[in-house]
Nanobody
Framework: VQLVESGGGSVQAGNPLRLPCAAS????????MGWYRQAPGKQRELVAT????????NYADSVKGRFTISRDNAKNTMYLQMNSLKPEDTAVYYC???????????WGQGTQVSVSS
């Protein structure tokens, strides 16, 4: 499984961004997916996760009500809609896919999001 994030960039606080994560390869093996982020000098943290059918989602408290995770299995793509961005949302955003077996986790290369005040 290969994951490629895109859509990152530099925006002013309050503006939105949408991050796609395109999956390829053995996509039939993918179960849950998620978005994580890592700010400079900090550990990577969970942003949001989504179940196989998109019916179950989970968000970090810091992004609840502002970010929305979704996936289009027909397009093998997951999305993170980020609204009302804050400077503290500045980080490299990574997508992750976990297989049904739970044995394998795949990561994308990351996309930079920078939010200025």
């Amino acid at each position: 499984v290969q994951l490629v994030e895109s859509g990152g960039g530099s925006v002013q606080a309050g503006n939105p961004l949408r991050l796609p994560c395109a999956a390829s390869g053995s996509t039939f093996s993918i179960n849950a997916m998620g978005w994580y982020r890592q700010a400079p000098g900090k550990q990577r943290e969970l942003v949001a996760t989504i179940a196989t059918n998109g019916g179950s989602t989970n968000y970090a408290d810091s992004v609840k009500g502002r970010f929305t995770i979704s996936r289009d299995n027909a397009k093998n793509t997951m999305y993170l809609q980020m609204n009302s961005l804050k400077p503290e949302d500045t980080a490299v955003y990574y997508c992750k896919a976990t297989t049904y077996s739970g044995l394998y986790n795949y990561w994308g290369q990351g996309t930079q999001v920078s939010v200025s005040s």
